[in-house]
């Protein structure tokens, strides 16, 4: 299975009676405690590789955002199939790839922490870019001068790499105006402790217009990100500068724009960001993925939860041992996939209506599902799935095959 597969933990909440002590799988599927987090690996697997192949096809490349999952089994488990790289949030993220041996991290925004920049000029004076190279994003020169003043008093002798971020109106951050790039781009190049590595966007947080068509709007900001790029062209102080971008909603849009800047300045790395790909999902990601109502690699579900019937107190009302603290409920609230009862699977016409901390409230047709009974759910929106478990269970071929353990 690979490096991914972790040694029991004794406090996690489902290990214990999953598991003996030597790691042995003891429990099938029907007898696993509950609730729990399960990954396909068959499904994980294809998704892999159904993306490695699209942007191979499209001359991109892939540095999925390790926020997803926050799993550097995961993580391993996606350089292992070809990713650039690995994209993180914050110091903390950060540091969780350095310790688990990612070499090549994108902090996909802005890193003005002292002490996480005190910690990372420490960690790249005795690193090599070869074992462990850092971008980080820059949208004020304001932004670069904490940066370069904190680096600059750590005793940094090796450069902190910056992309300047280009932002949207009424979006999140990076530079509104194309033409203040420049002023922000020089100030890093100007600095001994920063290098001026490329642009870096996020076309997730282009607002909807409120007549017209997003995709376009995407597609309009996109177009200005690779101008910038081009522009900038003159002064990155790297032979292989990166253009990244790419959520996991309109990366197609992404890839079509950005990709001919590979052609307009030599040595670039286009490089997507998306996380969300190889979880996939029953709800959000499966709406708005590219390849549903445009063009993109296809996907399936890769994760779900089991739970079981505790209650079935009035009526078509049956409750779930399964709340808010084990499966999410930001977007969308779980999906019935069936029922494991009594050896049998079945299909079952049966929704989710309410989550508390620890139930799920569920309207079922009378005795369709009783007391005991294993319910499947689908799950929606993978960035609120895995901050909820300490370990995600993988099963293959509905064997319980492992585990991949979280950092959150």
Excluded at 34 to 50: G, S
Excluded at 116 to 121: E, T
Excluded at 332 to 339: A, I, K, Q
Excluded at 367 to 390: E, I, N, Q, Y
Aim: hydrophobic share 45%.
């Amino acid at each position: 299975m690979g490096p991914w597969l972790i040694e029991p933990d004794p406090l996690d909440k489902h290990w214990s009676p999953a598991f003996s002590a030597q790691g042995e799988v003891q429990l099938s599927v029907e007898d696993l405690p509950t609730p729990n987090l399960i990954l396909d690996v068959d499904a994980l697997t294809r998704n892999l590789q159904n993306m490695r192949e699209w942007t191979t096809e499209v001359g991109v490349r892939l540095a999925p955002h390790g926020k997803t999952t926050m799993a550097p089994g995961l993580w391993h488990w996606q350089v292992d199939a070809g990713a650039w790289g690995i994209s993180v949030a914050n110091f903390f993220q950060l540091r969780v790839a350095h310790h688990v041996g990612i070499p090549r991290v994108l902090v996909a925004n802005e890193f003005l922490s002292p002490g996480g920049l005190q910690w990372l000029s420490e960690t790249l004076s005795i690193t090599s870019a070869e074992t462990f190279d850092v971008v980080c994003w820059a949208d004020s020169v304001a932004g670069v001068e904490l940066m370069e003043k904190q680096l600059t008093a750590s005793g940094a002798n090796r450069p902190l790499g910056v992309c300047v971020e280009i932002g949207a109106l009424h979006g999140r951050t990076g530079i509104r105006a194309a033409a203040e790039a420049r002023a922000v781009a020089e100030r890093i190049a100007a600095s001994e402790v920063l290098q001026l590595r490329g642009v870096a966007a996020y076309e997730g947080s282009v607002p909807a217009p409120v007549e017209g068509d997003h995709a376009s709007a995407v597609a309009r900001y996109v177009q200005k990100v690779r101008a910038v790029f081009t522009d900038l062209s003159d002064i990155y102080e790297t032979a292989g500068p990166i253009l990244t971008c790419g959520g996991s909603a309109w990366f197609d849009i992404v890839a079509e724009q950005l990709a001919p800047s590979a052609q307009e300045v030599p040595g670039t790395e286009v490089i997507l960001r998306s996380g969300a790909f190889a979880i996939h999902d029953h709800g959000h990601y499966e709406r708005v993925t590219p390849g549903r109502t445009r063009t993109g690699p296809r996907f399936v579900p890769s994760a779900f939860s089991y739970a079981r019937v505790l209650s079935a107190p009035e009526d078509g009302l049956v409750v779930l041992d399964a709340g808010k603290r084990d499966i999410p409920y930001d977007i969308d609230l779980p999906r019935v996939l069936g029922v494991f009862a009594r050896g049998t699977w079945r299909e079952v016409s049966a929704e989710v209506f309410k989550t508390d901390d620890q139930h799920a409230y569920v309207r079922v047709d009378q005795a369709a599902l009783k007391v005991g009974d294993l319910v499947r759910l689908g799950l929606s929106h993978p960035c609120t799935m895995f901050d909820k478990w300490r370990s995600v269970l993988l099963m293959e071929k509905n064997q319980l095959v492992g585990a991949v353990r979280t950092y959150f």
